[in-house]
């Protein structure tokens, strides 16, 4: 492995270590989820530039927004995606209730898959290099 390869890889097994959901990550199920059940309002970018997102009263959630969604804790990502937004911020919204359809653990994943956007990746988020035209 090259020098860069090792610190990339040890950051970001770090940065999901420091979090108490690290445990129950598994990123191809994570993804392949978020895609089926997310995505289609969410957006594969996670912009919330989803087909399905557009045509709601409230829009979803821009993943990508990292001082935004900075301001959210894991607890908060988790119980929206658990219980929808209406418990989050007691307005009505969109945001379906998920806890029928996955498990803790999956909804776990979920939080780690969502925060992926934001994540640095060899010290640039994944955001800033879908921006820049290098992460595809
Ligand atoms: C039908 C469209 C729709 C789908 C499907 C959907 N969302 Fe959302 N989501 C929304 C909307 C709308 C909001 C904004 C809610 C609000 O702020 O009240 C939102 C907000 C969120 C938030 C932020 C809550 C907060 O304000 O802190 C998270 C996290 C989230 N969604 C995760 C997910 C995940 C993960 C999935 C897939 C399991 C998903 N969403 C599926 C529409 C959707």
């Given at each position: 492995?090259?020098?860069?390869?090792?610190?990339?890889?040890?950051?970001?097994?770090?940065?999901?270590?420091?979090?108490?959901?690290?445990?129950?990550?598994?990123?191809?199920?994570?993804?392949?989820?978020?895609?089926?059940?997310?995505?289609?309002?969410?957006?594969?970018?996670?912009?919330?530039?989803?087909?399905?997102?557009?045509?709601?009263?409230?829009?979803?959630?821009?993943?990508?927004?990292?001082?935004?969604?900075?301001?959210?804790?894991?607890?908060?990502?988790?119980?929206?995606?658990?219980?929808?937004?209406?418990?989050?911020?007691?307005?009505q919204s969109d945001m379906?209730?998920?806890?029928?359809?996955?498990?803790?653990?999956?909804?776990?994943?979920?939080?780690?898959?969502?925060?992926?956007?934001?994540?640095?990746?060899?010290?640039?988020?994944?955001?800033?290099?879908?921006?820049?035209?290098?992460?595809?």
């Amino acid at each position: 492995m090259k020098p860069t390869t090792i610190g990339m890889t040890l950051a970001v097994v770090c940065t999901l270590a420091t979090s108490a959901y690290a445990q129950a990550f598994d990123w191809a199920a994570a993804q392949e989820q978020f895609e089926r059940y997310c995505a289609p309002c969410h957006g594969s970018t996670g912009a919330g530039d989803g087909d399905l997102g557009a045509a709601l009263r409230r829009q979803p959630r821009d993943f990508t927004d990292c001082a935004d969604m900075a301001k959210s804790s894991d607890d908060v990502l988790f119980n929206a995606i658990k219980n929808g937004g209406e418990p989050v911020d007691g307005q009505q919204s969109d945001m379906p209730a998920m806890r029928k359809s996955l498990s803790d653990d999956e909804i776990r994943a979920l939080v780690l898959r969502v925060r992926q956007f934001c994540l640095p990746k060899g010290g640039i988020s994944i955001a800033h290099q879908r921006e820049s035209g290098l992460g595809k």
